[in-house]
């Protein structure tokens, strides 16, 4: 089965990893890189990480030029950071392209999989259907979303109640055991309370 080419263009796939970094308060870097302030290229950096993004409309394009990016970005990061700044380590070339891998998908894997010098994030047509498989491929540059943080700052006895219902426990019950818990109450009272006063 042949799926259909990806609907981006490499200005959609640029404007889009774009949004995705901007949103996420990674800010672009312009003016004297003459090699990241292209339409096909851009730099970023937050605080943490110093990001090159390239597009290529075909992955024949994409694997030609990738090894050139690299060395660019890299003497990007030794000229303008500090060895003693945490994202001097911390450098990410991401390589989209709207074209189907085909006969070039282990050629894009072995890009993929690459770690010298840079990490890379490759993304094809073939995994790129929507903005949201843009911010998915992009998503290990990204900090944790607050849906994430909202339930990290729930305690797991928060969460107990709801679960218990589903195996049959009433809430009311597991949430006054849980109430008792907390103020260090004997639990076996607390219930007999409850019955008592009903």
């Excluded at 003459?34 to 394009?61: H, P, Q």
């Excluded at 890009?111 to 490759?122: D, I």
């Amino acid at each position: 089965m042949t799926l259909p080419a990806s609907t981006f263009t490499t200005t959609d796939l640029m404007a889009a990893a774009s949004k995705v970094l901007s949103d996420s308060h990674y800010r672009r870097v312009r003016g004297g890189i003459e090699d990241w302030d292209t339409t096909t290229s851009r730099l970023f950096e937050d605080e943490y990480n110093v990001v090159g993004i390239a597009v290529f409309e075909t992955c024949a394009e994409l694997l030609e030029s990738w090894p050139d990016l690299q060395g660019s970005l890299v003497n990007v990061m030794s000229h303008h950071i500090g060895r003693e700044e945490s994202k001097a380590w911390d450098g990410y070339l991401v390589l989209l392209s709207p074209g189907l891998a085909s006969t070039q998908s282990q050629a894009i894997e072995a890009v993929r999989y690459n770690t010298t010098r840079l990490r890379k994030m490759v993304a094809t047509g073939d995994d790129l259907r929507s903005a949201t498989d843009v911010e998915r491929v992009l998503g290990a540059l990204l900090p944790l979303g607050t849906e994430r943080s909202t339930v990290a700052e729930r305690s797991s006895l928060d969460l107990l109640p709801r679960l218990l219902v589903d195996h049959g426990v009433a809430e009311e019950t597991t949430r006054l055991l849980i109430e008792a818990f907390r103020e260090q109450a004997p639990l076996m009272e607390r219930l007999h309370q409850r019955g008592e006063k009903r």
